[in-house]
Nanobody, 116 residues
Framework: QVQLVESGGGLVQAGGSLRLSCAAS????????MGWYRQAPGKERELVAR????????AYTDPVKGRFTISRDNAKNTVYLQMNSLKPEDTAVYYC?????????WGQGTQVTVSS
């Protein structure tokens, strides 16, 4: 089992940057694919970015391509989401998730608010 704790959210002006971190417990972190999801008020949770267990493959939803970067440090059991050129439409609760073999583990979420 994996426990996840997100941090780094906050309030930022449009055009600014934030870096989210997700610290994972457990010795098998490196065997999990990791993802960042977000959920805005009144909307469904959506995948923002995903990185494979070995870090060699990443994927992004179209609205964040070129602005967000997902990375992981398996030695620190941590996955990051660098968010640049933030827009008001990026406002949401951001969740970290670990998945392997169809099983998902979720963090509690961190709020990101982008003011115009």
């Amino acid at each position: 089992q994996v426990q996840l704790v997100e941090s780094g959210g906050g309030l930022v002006q449009a055009g600014g940057s934030l870096r989210l971190s997700c610290a994972a417990s457990g010795r098998t972190f490196s065997s999990y694919n990791m993802g960042w999801y977000r959920q805005a008020p009144g909307k469904e949770r959506e995948l923002v970015a995903r990185i494979s267990w070995f870090g060699g493959t990443t994927a992004y939803t179209d609205p964040v391509k070129g602005r967000f970067t997902i990375s992981r440090d398996n030695a620190k059991n941590t996955v990051y989401l660098q968010m640049n050129s933030l827009k008001p439409e990026d406002t949401a609760v951001y969740y970290c998730a670990a998945d392997k073999g169809g099983t998902y583990y979720w963090g509690q979420g961190t709020q990101v608010t982008v003011s115009s």
